[in-house]
Each structure stands twice: as structure tokens, then as C-alpha cells.
């Protein structure tokens, strides 16, 4: 079984009427009930507002993939218990990072650089496979037409991804590496940017595709990870 802990900050959704007409359950439960449909994966959820963000050592210690939705609150987050992730992810634990979730502490700490990228609202984006062999694509089409997403464009400083799986082309004519792999310790990383929190994105099956995908190619081999981060706590 792969252990996925589906992380959000939550508070779009319980603020904001307009965005909880999208995810009446959160961004964070949508995600763990597709995800839960899966035989092969065990789901649980974590906010921002639980006790050390819901990312106790004891929860990242039973996780074999954390996923991350952040946005408003980047800076609030913690400096200890994103370092605590960053151990684990250098250790096997595997990460992705989903929309916003770019400019994180986490994502910051583990790439190394300032994350930033242009953006504006409401335009259409053509999200191309340009990595068709690569397991995360494993049943995608080439093309995902997504009528609706905020736009995230070049430059977007991160390190050289080890792979670009999806490339997205929006209708002002902006092109942006949109699903990127990269690999930091033991640990795999996919950062995707699809799912702007006012669109529903993540109810689309295609995407939900893409993001199990990414679970079993993020996940670490068998027991690799368990046994690493007790080397790591030791």
C-alpha cells in the first residue's frame, strides 16, 4: 500500500462562498476521494490550522507521498515543520507540489531558488503531454483543454527539471512548463500547475489521472523510505 497525506491550507474554502460552491469538502478532500478510489493507496488529509500544520513527525513518518495545496498563507507556515518535510523528502518520502504550492516554503527549500513565475488570472490553457513514455502520463491524451485557469507563465525560476512531462499554453499566449519531476536526496518531487482554487480542476478525471500517476512514480520502492527516516532520526 502507498501512504498519501493530502496537505491543505484551507482556508479559501472556508472563507470564501464562491470557492466553496467548488470543494464543499476542501481542495484536500476532493483529492483524498479520488485518490481513495484506489485499491493500492491508504488517504488521509492535514491543514494548516491542526497542530504543527497536521505534519507531525509521527504523520510524516507514516507517508510514503505528501501532496501540498498552499497559496495564502506561504509565509505563515512554519520554518520547523517545513525543514521536518524537507528531511523527509531528502530521506525517500515523495512530494507534489500542486499549483500555488510552487512558491512554498517547502518547494523553496528543496529547490534552492526564488520559485517565481509570471501570472494572471482567467484565461484558457492547452495543457500539452510532452513526455508521453514518462509514467505519469500513462493514459493521458496528448491534450487537455482546461476552459477556465489562472495563468502561470515564463520565466519560472526553478533548478533544470530532470524531466518536463506537461507544457501548458494559455490563450494570451503565454507557454509554461507545467509538470516538471525533479529529484532531491532519495526523495522524487512532481510539481503540476494546474488547479486554481476558483475553478474545479481537480473534479476533471484526466487530472486526477495525472496526479495518481504521480503517487506511484513519487512513492519510494517498498520499505526504502521507513527505514531511511529512522537513519535520519537516529
Not at 38 to 67: Q, S, W, Y
Not at 130 to 138: G, L, N, S, V
Not at 223 to 228: A, G, P
Request: glycine fraction near 8%.
Amino acid at each position: 500500500m502507498i501512504r498519501v497525506t493530502v496537505w491543505n491550507e484551507y482556508k479559501h474554502e472556508r472563507e470564501l462562498e464562491e470557492i466553496r460552491q467548488v470543494y464543499p469538502q476542501g481542495i484536500h478532500g476532493c483529492i483524498a476521494a479520488f485518490l481513495g478510489e484506489e485499491a493500492d493507496f491508504t488517504v488521509r488529509t492535514a491543514t494548516f490550522e491542526e497542530p504543527e500544520h497536521g505534519l507531525t513527525e509521527r504523520v510524516l513518518h507514516d507517508t510514503d507521498v505528501l501532496i501540498i495545496w498552499s497559496h495564502a498563507l506561504q509565509e505563515e507556515f512554519s520554518d520547523e515543520v517545513a525543514e521536518r518535510v524537507q528531511r523527509h523528502v531528502l530521506a525517500g518520502m515523495g512530494l507534489i507540489a500542486l499549483h500555488s504550492a510552487h512558491f512554498s516554503k517547502i518547494m523553496k527549500k528543496l529547490l534552492g531558488t526564488t520559485m517565481t513565475l509570471k501570472w494572471q488570472h482567467g484565461q484558457q490553457e492547452n495543457l500539452w503531454c510532452i513526455a508521453p513514455t514518462h509514467p505519469i502520463a500513462e493514459g493521458v491524451p496528448e491534450k487537455i483543454f482546461l476552459a477556465e485557469e489562472e495563468m502561470y507563465g515564463e520565466y519560472f525560476d526553478i533548478p533544470k527539471p530532470d524531466e518536463v512531462i506537461f507544457a501548458g499554453w494559455f490563450s494570451g499566449g503565454q507557454v509554461f512548463r507545467s509538470g516538471c519531476t525533479f529529484a532531491r536526496g532519495r526523495g522524487k518531487i512532481f510539481y503540476f500547475q494546474p488547479g486554481h482554487e476558483e475553478y474545479p480542476i481537480y473534479h476533471m478525471s484526466e487530472i486526477q489521472r495525472i496526479i495518481k500517476n504521480a503517487v506511484r512514480f513519487c512513492a519510494p520502492a517498498g520499505e526504502r523510505k521507513h527505514l531511511e527516516c529512522e537513519e535520519v532520526k537516529a
